[in-house]
């Protein structure tokens, strides 16, 4: 039901990615990327702000990520959407009382390929993000045994 463009910066990193649907933008994301172009923020834009343009600094805020990488492979992402409490008690986005919605944490076989997602939507009941009580909503799990190029040995 909709296209969607995506913008690159001069070294090939994500800049933006617009969703568009009969000629108007609906949605787009903007990207921050450290310095080796690592995705490190996401912001998901849902509506125009008061000046009712697109692409400007008032439009209206659906959720962010924050993404952590460990060896330069994905490691842990956090999500705060506008919905659910994001901006806390403050009432202001990016802030130190940003309220998590949900985590995902990547793991990853010996030799590189990724094995498992966890997706995470309570802290538990330490209120700590991250540690091993959280609640769990959903697990994927990569089988790469079957792949051409994976040389997984049986049992791994």
């Given at each position: 039901?909709?296209?969607?463009?995506?913008?690159?910066g001069e070294k090939g990193n994500k800049l933006r990615m617009v969703r568009?649907?009969?000629?108007?933008?609906?949605q787009y994301t903007a990207f921050e990327n450290d310095p080796s172009n690592l995705i490190i923020k996401d912001v998901v834009?849902?509506?125009?702000?008061?000046?009712?343009?697109?692409?400007?600094?008032?439009?209206?805020?659906?959720k962010y990520h924050l993404f952590w990488y460990d060896n330069g492979k994905i490691a842990r992402i956090a999500e705060y959407r506008a919905d659910h409490s994001g901006r806390g008690m403050d009432n202001l986005w990016f802030s130190p009382d940003d309220q998590i919605f949900a985590t995902k944490e990547?793991?990853?076989?010996?030799?590189?390929?990724?094995s498992k997602i966890k997706k995470c939507i309570g802290p538990g009941?330490?209120?700590?993000?991250?540690?091993?009580?959280d609640i769990v909503q959903y697990y994927t799990v990569y089988n790469y045994a079957s792949h051409p190029k994976h040389n997984l040995k049986k049992g791994t």
């Open positions: 039901d909709y296209e969607t463009l995506y913008e690159y568009i649907k009969s000629g108007e933008i609906i834009y849902k509506g125009r702000g008061q000046d009712a343009l697109w692409l400007t600094s008032d439009d209206e805020i659906e990547f793991s990853y076989c010996e030799d590189g390929y990724m009941s330490d209120k700590l993000w991250f540690t091993k009580d």
